[in-house]
């Protein structure tokens, strides 16, 4: 590559940072321009769910570098700054200021943003999501001993949020469709320890129950539900999921399907334009199938391979999914892929009740994805299964039988 070359970047997140990280580091001379349209410089997000919340993470602990960098590294990072076309024809990058950027290469890693209810009163003072540094700061501000926040959505977001949350000595109320939190990725086994967990630290769940109206005047103080029961309420936290922002890219003519379609390089139809993080559907050549992964382990691979990819060096963008949570004294990892539906078997090794087991997801006797809960030093094993083909479920049961052995 060409030192008079640009390479743009669309989203100031992890994805994003890494790339520009990783081009420096691959020996690119030209340009980077990285936009984002946060007032904040790149940082990592799971901070925002857990030890923000807490207490337990120093606020400038989830930057990916530190403030300095980018101007050491000739890196034009440019916050506040919202890219508002993609003009393929021209190689250029409209900003919302009119400005437009030429770019050699350009790399689209905007993220995603969370889902909303169609209920009244969404729009009030108190109704809260979390997505952005910004929005975790609000969140914090309202966990005060002997408030009273609602959580709508028992997904991995809203059930961190319900642990930081009690931990603070507020009273908690999760309204979830389902009939268990995390049911259609874990099945009814394994959400159970995740609901009992929580209902063991006090957390009061609405399962089967939807949100009619949030009432409040100016700010909320109450979510009624469609059978009538009235949740007095301080806060509400929405965490029904989130969209990929592929705006830009479907305007460009760019193939959108549940994310930014891409092959395994990370590269979609235009060979000049690549995506990576939240917002890519990337092809993955273990699982044979296209994949968009919204958790931290994607964006922090996936960036780097991105920009490999983008200097023309051969790339096939294979890591696992992986991700993590901690709840109380609950810590997991998770790496595989089991998409509802997909899975036929769970397989257990360990004690549910004791919160201390390995479980496995599996489908005509391979192992699809695995989860360690407060078991360490195991998921490059899980890793090894996923990859490999079908394995005796019994002995993989079997806690005596080591994992590297099977």
């Known amino acids: 590559m060409s030192k008079t070359d640009t390479f743009v970047i669309v989203g100031a997140g992890l994805a994003g940072a890494r790339a520009a990280q990783t081009l420096r580091e691959e020996g690119f001379g030209g340009g980077i321009v990285v936009i984002g349209d946060e007032p ?5 997000r799971p901070p925002l769910s857990k030890g923000l919340l807490t207490g337990g993470a120093e606020p400038d602990s989830v930057y990916v570098h530190d403030a300095g960098w980018y101007a050491a590294h000739d890196v034009d990072l440019r916050t506040g700054t919202r890219a508002v076309a993609v003009d393929r024809s021209a190689g250029e990058v409209r900003l919302a200021d ?25 729009d009030l003072d108190g109704v809260l999501r979390l997505r952005t540094l910004a929005d975790s700061r609000r969140i914090a501000a309202t966990l005060v001993d002997g408030a009273h926040l609602v959580i709508v959505g028992a997904g991995w977001i809203g059930l961190e949020v319900a642990a930081a949350a ?36 006090g957390v009061t769940f609405h399962f089967g129950a939807e949100v009619h109206e949030i009432r409040g005047t100016g700010h909320v103080s109450s979510v009624r539900l469609v059978d009538g029961t009235d949740l007095p309420a301080d806060a509400v936290m929405v ?13 460009a003519g760019l193939t959108v399907e549940n994310g930014i379609v891409v092959d395994a390089s990370l590269r979609t139809a235009d060979p000049e334009i690549h995506a990576a993080g939240d917002v890519a559907n990337a092809y993955h050549p273990v699982l044979r199938r296209h994949l968009r992964v919204e958790h931290w382990a994607n964006a922090l691979h996936g960036g780097p391979a991105a920009a490999r990819a983008m200097l023309g060096q ?15 004294d609950l810590g997991m ?20 009740a004791k919160r201390e087991f390995i479980a496995f997801w ?25 990859a490999a083909g079908p394995v005796d479920l019994d002995r993989l049961a079997d806690p005596e039988v080591p994992l590297d052995e099977l």
Request: proline share 7%; glycine share 8%.
């Open 333 to 352: 990892e998770y790496v595989g892929h089991a998409p509802p539906g997909a899975f036929d078997r769970v397989v257990v090794r360990g004690d549910l």
């Open 314 to 328: 051969p790339v096939s963008y294979d890591a696992l999914p992986y991700f993590y949570t901690d709840q109380y």
């Open 98 to 122: 009119g400005q437009n950027l030429r770019y050699d290469k350009l790399l689209l890693a905007t993220g995603a943003t969370p889902r909303d209810l169609a209920a009244p009163g969404v």
């Open 239 to 251: 965490a029904v999921g989130v969209r990929p922002n592929t705006d830009l890219a479907a305007a």
């Open 166 to 201: 009690r931990q603070r000595g507020v009273t908690v109320d999760v309204v979830e469709t389902a009939a268990l939190p995390l049911r259609r990725v874990l099945g009814d086994e394994i959400a159970r320890v995740f609901a009992n967990l929580h209902r063991d630290h």
């Open 362 to 386: 599996t489908a005509r006797g391979r192992v699809l994805a695995g989860m360690n809960v407060n078991v360490w030093d195991v998921v490059p094993s899980i890793r090894r299964l996923v």
């Open 40 to 44: 904040e410089r790149p940082y990592e």
